[in-house]
DNA sequence: ACTAATTTGTAAACCGCCATGACGAAATAG
DNA sequence: CTATTTCGTCATGGCGGTTTACAAATTAGT
């Protein structure tokens, strides 16, 4: 598959296809998807008001999608309206579907989805990963991933393309993980080692998660900075619509922005980073704690009984968290800031002082701070989603395949 | 003229029209503008290459362009090559013109471009403008304006449009000036003022200078950063060959990223923001220097001649910039960070303790730190070249007022 | 010098895609 | 039960790029 990757720029229906009649077919297919797909059933003579085509053309577009089984005529709407009722047209809930995975580090997730965006399949192993070597991983994946095919193939689905979410940095090729910290693996290349016909992708869970809260999110602005932490702390920076990747792939380093300039060393080569004070080894000493399995959930845990020096720890990471995002929010004038994957279950303590931070630093109203209600499950249905999204994109692609 | 403002998104020849065939038309008119513009005199096969499209139909585009007159047939190449030689094609030199103009704080410019990049007519007044109330300077600026373009029309050139660089913030209309401190003006719609039938563009004169150098620097990447400071710092956003402007039009207030969160407090309300310690009142002050006229001057003047206490004012101020900037790479991975505006001249002094902050402050290799060989000029040569962008992104829209 | 090969630009025929306009179908309004 | 409205489709047409063919202009080779 051809980049199904969903840089900042080329968003949405908008790809660059060559100029000529074939592409303009192809963009306008792939505009009609996306009109059904975002506002649910829809005629034919909706559609066509919509992006701005006459009815006839929109007809022998969406013929075509339904001989290929992208697009689903559900039958008359009875609607009071005054004339003749339009003939439904819903996305197809027995084509394309997308494969997402997860490695996380003490999991494996796989999941399927449709593209009306209905998970169909799933499959889980817990149990930790951190330390084993990818090969065994992989194979395991690759099990999960076969019985979720199956699964999905049974319900009438076929695989469009298999994105799977790592905690580590991914390659521009996206396929080899650089380097993945918890897990202890580096250049490892995914695309070998999972044998399957299945076009695949690779790319960081943070960017996933904040692709999820971007698509699925329930009122998630265009452009939004999605902060994460599970491999330090990354946000995610989201520009109309699409991911700002960076030209070496590194944005989002939230972790390593200075909060203060003569801080404690960090092993990046900088001094005062934020990881310093609100990444996880950071705030697990802070709190009196030891490192080891599951630590979010021990912060949450005791800091909801009450542990003062827990809630402390997480004051003054959310402090520091709220400096450095002041820093993002002048540089970047987001919409809004989502808190995401495990800041999402600490947030009740980590807010106050953010949200205090980033007002007392702002002139005129604040950026406003959200909590991600996605939870753990972002990066694994980003993932899913993504290769809905490209089918979306550009349905004549995925029809040649079909 | 329908936002001519360079967004970040719909960058270059890849404008979002409707996807019909005057709309495919329409791009690929502008497809063989930008080639023809980009890369000097070119035969119509060359340019069919380039852009993907057969000989003949390059043919039809080309004898449209000619006849509006936005391309000129140069006559036969003289290559050594076999086969028939192409017929060389430019853009016009007498076609339509940008006209760019600058409110300073103490001077007013105007210029004229031509689509070849040309700077063809050019008029300046300098006398400072700080105080003066609106009316009788941009009478003035439209005196200015009336000598240039009848100057541009005795080169046989036509005014497409005029874009104005104001040092203040620009509501989203690309008429009004919200605030611009520096001229003490509110709330001032220059649009009202400018009497002329040429379509109006008003922006910043920080972002003007940005495009400007994305435009017309020499080996200027696609994504970077443009730090600069007139009315505070302020760095723009390059990516993709666009201005990322934010949901506001607020992104890039470098000048409030907290550099030390208990430091001095800013008018922003903040405290530790980067004007506080490289901002121009900040340096100066450090300096042991008097705020008066053309201060930026007296600075690289008295630190050309070797005055200690200004070399160590600079010192710290690029310290201080180092650590911002350290979090803004970090957060956008830019190919490159330029100096621009007042910085390029103080950047001898800037940069040493800049560039060793950012260095230690990043893993692996930091971030190159270039400066802007525009000058003074970058602005108004931004404002004017913007216009021309415009022409080259949709030939179509100019020729139907030609 | 003369032919062969190569490349350019254009013209004619063709095909694909959307717009236009007309029509039958299926609902509501009176 | 008729007039009106809206939907989906069909036939026609225009527009835009491609294909194919060809003349023109140059270099390479003998």
């Not at 013929?63 to 559900?74: A, K």
């Not at 990747?245 to 909060?259: I, Y």
Request: net charge negative; glycine share 14%; hydrophobic share 45%.
């Amino acid at each position: 598959m051809t980049a199904p990757l969903h840089e900042a720029h080329p968003a949405g229906p908008g790809r660059v296809l060559p100029d000529t009649q074939q592409g303009m077919r192809r963009r306008n297919l792939a505009r009609v998807m996306h009109s059904v797909s975002a506002e649910g059933p829809l005629s034919r003579a909706a559609v066509a008001s919509r992006i701005g085509l006459t009815r006839a053309a929109v007809s022998t577009l969406v013929d075509e999608l339904i001989r290929t089984g992208l697009l689903e005529e559900l039958g008359p709407e009875r609607p009071g309206r005054v004339g003749r009722p339009g003939s439904a047209l819903a996305v197809s809930g027995h084509g394309p579907a997308g494969i997402g995975a997860e490695i996380g580090v003490d999991h494996l997730a796989v999941c399927a989805v449709d593209l009306r965006g209905q998970v169909r399949a799933r499959a889980v192993r817990h149990g930790a990963n951190r330390g084993c070597s990818p090969e065994p991983v992989i194979e395991e994946l690759t099990g999960l991933v076969r019985r979720v095919v199956a699964e999905a193939e049974r319900e009438g689905l076929w695989p469009a393309g298999l994105a799977v979410a790592v905690p580590g940095l991914v390659a521009r090729d996206a396929r080899t993980v650089v380097r993945a910290p918890n897990l202890d693996w580096r250049d490892t290349d995914i695309g070998a080692l999972l044998p399957t016909d299945i076009p695949l992708t690779v790319d960081n869970e943070a960017n996933f998660g904040a692709l999820a809260e971007l698509w699925l999110g329930e009122r998630t602005p265009h452009d939004f900075l999605h902060v994460s932490a599970e491999i330090g702390i990354g946000a995610a920076v989201v520009v109309a619509g699409g991911l700002l990747r960076g030209t070496r792939g590194f944005a989002g380093e939230l972790g390593h922005v200075p909060v203060q300039p003569e801080g404690p060393a960090c092993p990046c080569g900088g001094r005062g980073c934020l990881e310093q004070y609100a990444g996880e080894e950071a705030v697990l000493r802070a709190a009196g704690l030891e490192p080891g399995e599951d630590r979010v959930g021990l912060l949450a845990g005791r800091a909801a009984e009450g542990d003062e020096d827990v809630r402390g720890a997480l004051r003054e990471a959310g402090k520091a968290l709220g400096i450095a995002l002041t820093g993002a929010v002048n540089l970047l004038d987001p919409e809004s800031v989502v808190l995401g994957g495990a800041l999402a279950g600490l947030a009740p303590w980590l807010l106050p002082s953010l949200e205090a931070e980033l007002d007392r630093r702002t002139a005129g109203p604040a950026c406003p701070v959200s909590v991600s209600r996605l939870g753990p499950e972002g990066p694994l249905l980003g993932a899913a989603h993504s290769v809905v999204r490209a089918v979306l994109d550009d349905p004549a692609a995925v029809a040649e395949r079909a």
